[in-house]
């Protein structure tokens, strides 16, 4: 056994518990409080699983289950930036990118890559795969909004306009699910809950 290779990993697999601690600004579906990023990661993992058949391409299940596991873990240092904050998205790809260079170091060098190829995939949305894990990615906390009437919405004045550009990947990974999230914004528009 290499000891220290799996001191490396361990080291790892302990500095991702930090996931459990940062919170997003989706609230849980129940309300009450928000989720954390792992919160978040299982929650999509398992919508992957279970809405695989609105994928608009085949998809390789092991593959989305691997980026949506590991598609936050960068927040560890970079922090949640909430989707419509345009300061806070401005420096974002710069700061992930820096956590990405940090967190992955700590791995063998070819896990290391692999882990981080799995995250720049899923950002990149180019293949199949990503399409789909960005749509879940999306979809997730659209449906906290709706069920805590307009949630995060509400708080930060969110407009229709900039909830439709946030579900665009919608459109080509999960077009279906598109649909939903469209019939979804009208009727948060008529209740009220979007301005």
Do not use: C
């Amino acid at each position: 056994m290499d000891d220290k290779r799996l001191t490396a990993q361990l080291a790892f697999l302990v500095e991702l518990d930090r996931m459990k601690t940062i919170e997003r600004q989706s609230p849980i579906y129940a309300g009450g409080r928000r989720e954390n990023d792992a919160e978040h990661s299982w929650h999509i993992a398992v919508m992957a699983m279970v809405l695989r058949e609105y994928a608009a391409e085949p998809v390789d299940m092991g593959h989305v289950l691997e980026m949506l596991t590991v598609h936050d873990l960068i927040e560890i240092y970079a922090g949640d930036t909430f989707a419509y904050d345009a300061a806070g998205n401005s420096d974002k790809a710069a700061r992930e990118a820096a956590s990405a260079d940090r967190l992955y170091a700590m791995l063998p060098e070819e896990q290391g890559a692999y882990y981080r190829a799995l995250w720049e995939e899923f950002d990149a949305m180019e293949t199949p795969d990503a399409r789909f894990a960005a749509s879940l990615d999306r979809f997730q906390p659209l449906l906290s909004n709706w069920l805590n009437e307009g949630g995060t919405w509400r708080v930060h004045n969110v407009h229709p306009e900039q909830v439709y550009r946030r579900m665009e990947p919608l459109k080509t990974g999960a077009p279906k699910l598109w649909e939903l999230a469209d019939r979804i914004i009208r009727a948060s528009v008529a209740r009220g809950h979007l301005q």
